[in-house]
């Protein structure tokens, strides 16, 4: 790796340290251990789905449905214990609906060959809709108490949602790096038609990321509902957008072909750093919007500047077509 | 192709015609009379980060002047006009057009002096009729609003003077690619340019559409203006060009005018740089049992039934002119396009259709016509695009096996020796040479015994054509079989041991080696050939 | 900036943007201010915002905080926070539910009696159509809902019940569920239903607020209904209505019911800090009412909630 | 046009017939004047943006912050009406907040070369966060009754906001068809190169078209504030998917290139049809969610269909990449 190729990775993490010494020095209160771990659990929602919407990225399609998705499985969860009195059958509820999600998703954008941008953004209203049906659009309070410890409790002082984060980004960082599947993803991403005359499964494969897509979505709405001790049907709407926003700021391509996951942790990191910062300063929610919507804003105009002259590589002649916007 | 480099560049300077360019002649086309050029290009150089694409060329074309302009791939044609166009800037010299030095910020300016380019790529809306596509960017109106009275009428006018019966109103993504280009050729036509310039305009044209616009041409010459023509058929140099000039790795190698067939010898040792010898070196290898047999295949692009069988040890030629069949007769047999009807085995064992993953598992590889499209993932390092199949091979295990795939990939780029400074760089830092033995070298690991190699050397330096024919042969003597397709026919007559020339999607005739002459091809190659030998199976 | 003893109260509120929160807000801070402590307003929309306040408000040493959750089920993971950190909670507004779905004993609660405030409203609005002279026959209720909420849903029971008390028959009554509690929702939502009702003239139109029932009054009226014609009855008096019942002609937004955002705000953050300080809890229950606000009443109410 | 072509096309006025029989035959009411009347109204919003953008898909882009620029548009008039008293000036300052909001998007986006998905999700967040901020987090209310009549005053017996979306689906029709800026839009979307060396202004007809559609959407914004009497921070959200919706109905395809301002209306005449009749057969909301994502998804797989194996234009091998995904 060259040291400007260094740079550029490092792009991400010089701009959380800068980030995280300013809001020390700055935000009252902000290195407190309390906030540190608040700060943390903060970022669990966004951090666990994360992982897996950098697949999705580097295969260069994108996924809209997870806040949908989030909702549907903490419901399903919800209703489930409430009817069986079961945790486990709840849980197991959750994680089904959840990929099942995907699963469509991935069928229909892979198998069907159809725009992931507008699928999902189809399905995100009507994997809502299914999440208002099932919970007869009122939240679902969960009557079995040991089931908020996965939302509350902690293992070795660090919280049990905390945990499924880490395990998101360990697991996916393996798959990403070390497994046929993701180094296929990122061939697939990198050139879809070559990948497919390589005898990459490609179909098997897009389906795959979706349905894992769903899958993560489906934990982390689990976690959420253990967190908020019920099954919301309206909750993280807008999610989508953080947790793309996390992926592009960590230096995950819209182009497709290019993701680590170590870019992706600190993405997560620094959305969440700032937004704790906007909140212990108490920044007006108004103002919230202005700066989420500008991190992403800068980040994939950074990402595009990164980049330099290379253009996504599903044109044709990437190096003659200076003036070309770039599509995802 | 890429990876020149400034340095190395006077290296390998053993045969050149020195720097400065040779004139057999002062250029006198007729009717210019040798006054002020129309076009001038004076000491332009460009260069791309690592390659120095133009190196201080300079050259005249005078109104009334078709001027060849020729070279190898990579020699920098495409970037001459480019600059003539606006869409690139000269890093150094100047651009003069009637004498007056000029810098083309954009395409428009470009347009506005009274240039026209008809590009290598077709470069059309597909969505937009006809009509609007001969004059967009300049479509005539009044207050923003479309004259469609004027737009026909002028579409109307240029159609015909074409000699192309095209609906001006016909949707232009329903022509087929020939009549694509003409609509091309028809916008500079429009454009009433002084100075023309065509790259390979017809390499996807049918012969009575060459025929025809080489009418147009030289029309266009007899009214006056300066043309440029870049061209890799030296047929249609000789018969057309008042002169030639040679490019060379950017640079300005020879100028010949007038140019005729007797300068051929000059021309090509020029271009290449050395005098060529046999580069093909072909000796007879023994051939062993089928390797692999298709029977009575259609599909899109293949109109009636491909049977064949080619046998282990043995290099099957496919020729055709453009649009013959062979890609997609490449792309069936392969399984990257479901085929019609008809079956392929492979040792004697049914492939299932329409899977390139059983395709591969029965030992079938396929290097395709368009590299960058369809071959190599830019990003991803040279190694793992080398590993990409055998990643994916039957049986393999979901686990990454770092050693062991280093270590085999590492043997098959050099066994290829494709020149990388690292396995680890992008492939796409590449020539194209070298791209493509990456791509071969990806099938090698994966062990392939069919390989289906179309287009092969397009787009790659003499040198490396050398070292692929080379490896072509030892693959063979291997036991391996290989179907390659080639639009060039030298290269057919010298690698292959048999040769099949298709024509319009169909199997026009099977040639032994020892019967193939350019003549034989050719006819059974041309669509109007009335003399095409009945097709023959072979055995 | 956390020097131990200066007390800190945060005050989350489900819909920041809405005027009602606001005006808790600024009353809230009234108090903060005239009391000396200091108040962290934060706004959470959904419970994993909650989630994040509650830990903001942890972090900078908060002792207590106020609450109108986005949901009442929210009540198990506000109530263990509070539990687990030692922080005080009460709720105003929407009444936290425990696991069982009852009200959370533990957490102190100011609100408004739903129901009878929605009676109130209901009361108006069918006094005023007996002015008018309508017959019950020809004329349609236009029930804006939002079930999912359960002080939505009492408000307008209670308000249904009045109507009924009055003669209403169920078959009048038309139930238009809204999307969002503004506007705009609102609006969106009785659009078609009024188009649908071609045969009838004459609306009385309810929702669980002010915004709602502007909504559903400017749906009617750009279905080109004379505003004498409507008669609409908001719960709030907030300063959309007042908007409208300022405008110099009448509209078909007859009347509110006046609550009280003070005694929500400047009430509420007072108690908190009492019990902070001094140990002084918060009695379990408090409800608040309303008073009927019209075009003729509503400055000499407005000004004598503001002397309050 | 073939037969086949013209089926093609047709698809959606097919669509749009048999919806509107079966709802006069089953749906009590549904053909009354007042119904009709209602519907129109009911589809005005989504129906003045979705001439434009009709453009900007066409262009091979997408604009997903029209529903929060609708909310800037209307709390800017209403916030400047309220200082100034006049109506002019209010109408003015929305009209040119919607423009510079479009603006902004076409400058980052043709500009920069920024993918346009990214873009306008970030645009979205700020600009609502704008909407908020100018209006202090609450509804406006607008003092000026003259200005109310652009929401419920009629002319010919039509409502204004009715004559607003005829209006621009005459103008933004002409210009697709009938102007050099509007074939050089098609021509940027089949082709952004070859249209550049033509000649085609193509960094400045992106701009425009953002800009455009900026100014559409603030002209729906104003209305609708003319029609609920105020200007609303958190109106129109998720207005970009109906908008998107309708298109996509109307045939205007997502790999560009393509667009009939027929098909749009009809397209925006399906939606309507649709959530109106689920308003009168008294459908539940939640249900809703699911048809109107239900539609959308319709929509797109239908669009896939009708291309057949046509793929998005930027492929060599029409006939030939079966398994290629087409993305927008
Ligand atoms: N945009 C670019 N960026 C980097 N390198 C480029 C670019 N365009 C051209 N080159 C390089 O410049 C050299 C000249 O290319 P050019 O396209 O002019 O060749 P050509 O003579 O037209 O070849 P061909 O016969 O294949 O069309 C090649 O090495 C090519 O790789
Ligand atoms: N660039 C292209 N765009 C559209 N159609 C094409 C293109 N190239 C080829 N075709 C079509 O595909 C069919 C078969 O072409 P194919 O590529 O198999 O021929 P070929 O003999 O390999 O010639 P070449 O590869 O030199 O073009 C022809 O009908 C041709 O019109
Ligand atoms: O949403 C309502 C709000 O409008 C106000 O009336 C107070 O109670 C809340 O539940
Ligand atoms: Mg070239
Ligand atoms: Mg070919």
Known sequence: MTASRLFQRSGPLILLAVLLVLLSLFVPDFLGLRNLRGLMLSVTLVGTIAATMMLVLAMREVDLSVGSTVALAGVLTAVVIGATGSVALGVLAGLAGGTLVGLFNGVVIAGLKVNSLIVTLATMEMVRGLAFLVSGGESVAIPAEAFYALGSGSFLGINWPIWVMLLSFVVFGLVVNRTVFGRNILAIGGNPEAARLAGVPVTRVRVMVFALQGLAAAVAGIVLAARITSGQPNTSMGLELAVISACVLGGVSLSGGVATIGGVIVGVLIMGAAQNALNLLNVPTFYQYLVRGGILLVAVIADRLRQGGRLPTFRRRPAAAPNETSHA | ?539 | ASAPGDIRIGFLVKQPQEQWFQDEWRFARAAARRHGFSLIAIGAEDGDRVLSALNTLYARFAQGFIICAPDPRLGPAIAGFAADTGLKAMSVDDRLTGADGLPIAGIPHVGISARKIGALAGAAAAAEAKRRGWPIGETGILRISFDSLETGRERLLGAVEALQAAGYPASAIFSAPQRTTDTEGAFSAASPVLTARAGIDRWIILGLNDETVVGGVRAAEGLSMAAANIIGVGIGGSEVAIADLAKPRPTGFYASVLLSPRRHGYDTALAMYEWVGDGRRPPPLTLTSGTVITRDTYRDLLAREAAA
Chains 1, 4 share one sequence.
């Open chain 2, 1 to 539: 192709m890429g990876g020149r480099r400034p340095a190395s560049a006077a290296a390998d300077a053993d045969q050149r015609h020195g720097h400065h360019p040779r004139h057999l002649s002062r250029p006198a086309g007729p009717g210019s009379g040798g006054v002020t050029a129309l076009l001038e290009y004076a000491g332009v150089g460009k260069v791309f980060p690592g390659v120095v694409a133009l190196d201080g060329v300079s050259f005249t074309v005078a109104g009334g002047e078709i001027r060849a302009l020729i070279g190898e791939n990579g020699a920098g044609k495409s970037t001459l006009l480019k600059i003539l166009s606006g869409q690139y800037q000269p890093d150094s010299g100047t651009l003069l057009v009637d004498g007056v030095a000029r810098r083309f910020a954009a395409p428009r300016d470009s347009r506005d002096a009274g240039i026209a380019i008809i590009h290598q790529e077709l470069q059309l809306a597909p969505d937009l009729s006809v009509a609007e596509n001969l004059m967009l960017g300049a479509l005539p109106g009044r207050f923003g609003l479309v004259d469609r009275r004027a737009l026909r009428r002028q579409a109307l006018a240029v159609l015909e003077r074409l000699g192309e019966p095209i609906d001006p109103d016909s949707r232009l993504g329903d022509l087929p690619i020939g009549r694509r280009q003409m609509v091309e050729i028809g916008r500079a036509l429009l454009r009433d340019a002084r100075v023309i310039a065509f790259d390979e305009p017809t390499s996807s044209l049918s012969a009575r559409e060459t025929t025809r616009l080489m009418a147009i041409i030289r029309q266009l010459r007899a009214e006056g203006r300066a043309i440029i023509y870049v061209s890799h058929r030296m047929e249609e140099v000789f018969a057309l060009a008042d002169s030639a000039t040679v490019l060379r790795d950017g640079r300005h190698v020879f100028d010949a005018a007038p140019v005729g067939p007797d300068d051929e010898g000059r021309l090509l040792s020029a271009m290449a740089g050395r005098t060529i010898a046999d580069i093909y070196d072909w000796r007879a290898r023994a051939s062993g049992d089928m390797a692999i047999a298709l029977d009575a295949i259609t599909g899109p692009g293949v109109t009636a039934p491909v049977t064949l069988s080619v046998a282990r040890g043995e290099i099957l030629g496919f020729f055709g002119l453009v649009g013959a069949g062979r890609s997609e007769l490449f792309r069936l047999v392969f399984g990257a396009v479901p085929p019609a009807s008809g079956a392929v085995a492979v040792g004697g064992a049914p492939l299932r259709p329409g899977d390139p993953r059983a395709a591969i598992a029965a030992g079938l590889a396929l290097c395709p016509e368009d590299r960058k499209e369809e071959g190599i993932v830019p990003l991803a390092s040279v190694r793992e695009n080398v590993a990409l199949a055998w990643r994916n091979r039957a049986g393999a295990t979901p686990l990454l096996q770092d050693r062991a795939e280093k270590a085999a990939s590492t043997d098959r780029i050099a066994q290829m020796r494709v020149k990388t400074a690292s396995p680890e760089v992008a492939i796409s830092t590449l020539s194209g040479g070298n791209q493509q033995k990456a791509i071969i070298a990806r099938w090698l690991m994966a062990d392939a015994r069919v390989l289906l190699l179309d287009e092969p050397t397009r787009g790659i330096d003499v040198g490396a054509r050398q070292e692929i024919y080379a490896h072509m042969y030892r693959f063979a003597e291997a036991g391996g079989a290989i179907l390659f397709a080639s639009s060039d026919m030298p290269e057919v007559l010298g690698v292959a041991d048999r040769i099949v020339v298709m024509r319009e999607g169909a199997i026009s005739g099977i040639v032994a080696r020892g019967d193939a002459t350019p003549e034989r091809l050719l006819r059974l190659a041309l669509p109007d050939a009335d003399a095409a030998a009945p097709h023959r199976m072979s055995a």
